[in-house]
C-alpha cells in the first residue's frame, strides 16, 4: 500500500476524494513517508519536508505532493 493510499485510508476517503478536497483548499492532509511511521498532520498543499512528531523527522509530505500533483 502506498502511503497516498494510506493517508485516504486514515482520513476515511479514496484517494479521488482526498485529491479532490485538497485542490481547493489551503491545508491538505500530509503523512510521514518514513516505512515504519503513519503520523499523519494538516500541512501545505506543497509540502514536502513537514515535522513528523513521532520519527522527530522532516519526512511529511503533503497528499498533493505524493500524487505528483504539486
Do not use: H
Not at 482520513?11 to 485542490?23: F, N, P, R
Not at 483548499?25 to 518514513?34: E, F, H, M, T, Y
Not at 497528499?63 to 500533483?69: D, S
Amino acid at each position: 500500500m502506498s502511503k497516498l493510499d494510506k493517508l485516504a485510508e486514515i482520513e476515511g476517503m479514496t484517494v479521488m476524494e482526498l485529491l479532490e478536497q485538497g485542490t481547493f483548499d489551503s491545508i491538505v492532509p500530509g503523512i510521514c513517508i518514513n516505512p515504519d511511521c503513519d503520523y499523519t498532520t494538516e500541512v501545505e498543499p506543497d509540502q514536502s519536508r513537514g515535522w513528523c512528531e513521532e520519527c522527530e523527522t522532516n519526512t511529511v509530505k503533503a497528499a498533493t505532493v505524493l500524487a505528483g500533483i504539486i
